[in-house]
């Protein structure tokens, strides 16, 4: 079945360095989500991508989605410690238009 | 507007145990997902309601899961005969499902679920 891979599983850094996650589907998607969830709490979507290879950014968030639409990308710019959470990625197969396919997720913790 | 709800928050059971997971959807809201998260874990499909079609039951893990959902709305997930693999988070999300893939899933606070 379709398999979404996050890497990497665990990130620690100093406050104001930046900070990179990455999902690999094993199909191509129809789009992609990426969600927070911080200690404790639930999922919150953050942002869709359709296109391929578009790039968002929402402040220090840069989000792009690749060209072959089978993985993509969230980078942050200059961690703050209010980005400390779990980064999960999502998508939609081709051939399901409602069952998202979750990322394992990337854990963050910024050191003050 | 109100968000999605959940009750209870939390949940501690004995082995064997059947138990009553509520969701509240975001009213309006057509599609409903339950997903199942372990502790430091991603997120695992368990079921998916739209509207008045047959549910997706394809993600629940054992016969010893169910959900309905009653009059499009209110979800009830239920564990029957508990184990203890069973303990995790269990998180309810809800769509407009209004343009298909490209819908935001709107989260609940979860039920953190405890077997004993």
């Known amino acids: 079945g379709q398999q979404v891979m996050q890497i990497p599983q665990y990130q620690h850094v100093q406050e104001g360095e930046d900070f990179t996650t990455y999902c690999n589907s094993s199909?191509?998607?129809?789009?992609i989500q990426w969600y927070k969830q911080r200690p404790g709490g639930h999922p919150v979507f953050l942002i869709q991508?359709?296109?391929?290879?578009e790039v968002k950014k929402q402040k220090r968030l840069t989000f792009q989605f690749g060209e072959a639409k089978k993985n993509s990308s969230l980078h942050i710019t200059a961690t703050q410690t209010t980005d400390v959470g779990t980064y999960f990625c999502?998508?939609?197969?081709?051939?399901?238009?409602?069952?998202?396919?979750f990322g394992s997720g990337t854990r963050l913790l910024v050191r003050p | 507007g109100a968000g999605v709800s959940q009750s209870p928050s939390n949940k501690v059971t004995e082995k064997g145990k059947d138990v009553e997971l509520r969701c509240d959807p975001i009213?309006?809201?057509?599609?409903l997902y339950w997903y199942r998260q372990s502790l430091g874990q991603g997120l695992e499909f368990l079921i998916y309601?739209?509207?008045?079609?047959?549910?997706?039951k394809s993600g629940l893990p054992s016969d010893r899961f169910s959900a309905e959902r009653t009059g499009g709305s209110v979800s009830t997930l239920t564990i029957q005969r508990t184990q203890q693999e069973d303990s995790a988070v269990y998180l309810c999300?809800?769509?407009?499902?209004?343009?298909?893939?490209?819908?935001?899933?709107?989260f609940g606070p979860g039920t953190r679920l405890t077997v004993l």
């Open positions: 991508l359709v296109k391929s290879g």
């Open positions: 309601f739209q509207g008045n079609s047959a549910p997706d």
């Open positions: 999300a809800s769509s407009p499902r209004s343009s298909g893939r490209t819908d935001t899933q709107y």
């Open positions: 009213s309006g809201h057509t599609a």
């Open positions: 199909t191509t998607l129809s789009n």
């Open positions: 999502a998508g939609f197969s081709m051939d399901s238009s409602y069952k998202l396919i």
